[in-house]
């Protein structure tokens, strides 16, 4: 069965800094494009960036932008998500998802995700 | 940028029903666009892509339709695994993967 499991986050203050990690297992991982999305306790669904599954293609939410690096290393099977100069805006569960299609420049949606991972910022 | 509403934001229904939720881009997305469902304290579970087409293992009680700037979700004799809040994300690289707010759907 495909997998995704987040890991990386934790409590910090406004202003630090966080790196997740999301190892998959069981598919082609460096076939396939990746996302980040957060959901704020009690709240929706946010996307925050996507990557290409050769990393020609990187897109990022406005939130996230000049903040967040996301990144993949294919031969180790993870993505990453770089936080830089972080708010308490940025507290929620992150989730990563795989895209639908294989070695596609396009985006289709996330058919896999992992059960995420809990950041929270607050001093 | 790009905004993306659902409607309504809250409904509930009896089993058996047919259920419908509306999604609309305020730009012209074309066909790129993809729904979810998510139970409470749990990851969300991929139902549609490309508007309409049904991802492997998705009941068929499930559909959706649309292109440009307004979609549909349509849910077919409405089971009890079906509560839960329903998204819709747009997926053009000309803008944002925006997701909507969401529909939480109740069962009587």
């Known amino acids: 069965q495909e997998q995704l499991v987040e890991s990386g986050g934790g409590l910090v203050q406004p202003g630090g800094s966080l790196r997740l990690s999301c190892e998959a297992s069981?598919?082609?991982?460096?076939?396939?494009?990746m996302h980040w999305v957060r959901q704020p306790p009690g709240k929706g669904l946010e996307w925050v960036a996507a990557?290409?599954?050769?990393?020609?293609?990187?897109f990022y939410a406005d939130s996230a932008k000049g903040r967040f690096t996301i990144s993949r290393d294919n031969s180790k099977n993870t993505l990453y998500l770089q936080m830089n100069s972080l708010k308490p805006d940025d507290t929620a569960v992150y989730f990563c998802g795989k895209d639908r299609l294989w070695e596609s420049l396009y985006f289709y949606g996330m058919d896999v995700w992992g059960l995420g991972t809990a950041v929270t910022v607050t001093s | 940028d790009i905004q993306m509403t659902q409607s309504p934001s809250t409904l509930s229904a009896s089993v058996g029903d047919r259920v419908t939720i509306t999604c609309r881009a305020s730009q012209s997305i074309s066909g790129w666009l993809a729904w979810y469902q998510q139970r409470p304290g749990k990851a969300p579970y991929f139902l549609i892509y490309?508007?309409?087409t049904l991802d492997s293992g998705v009941p068929s009680r499930f559909s959706g339709s649309g292109s440009g700037t307004e979609f549909t979700l349509t849910i077919n004799g409405l089971q009890p695994e079906d509560f839960g809040t329903y998204y819709c994300q747009q997926v053009n690289r000309n803008f944002p993967f925006t997701f909507g707010p969401g529909t939480k759907v109740e069962i009587k």
């Open positions: 490309q508007a309409s």
């Open positions: 990557i290409s599954y050769d990393e020609s293609k990187i």
């Open positions: 069981i598919f082609t991982f460096r076939s396939y494009g």
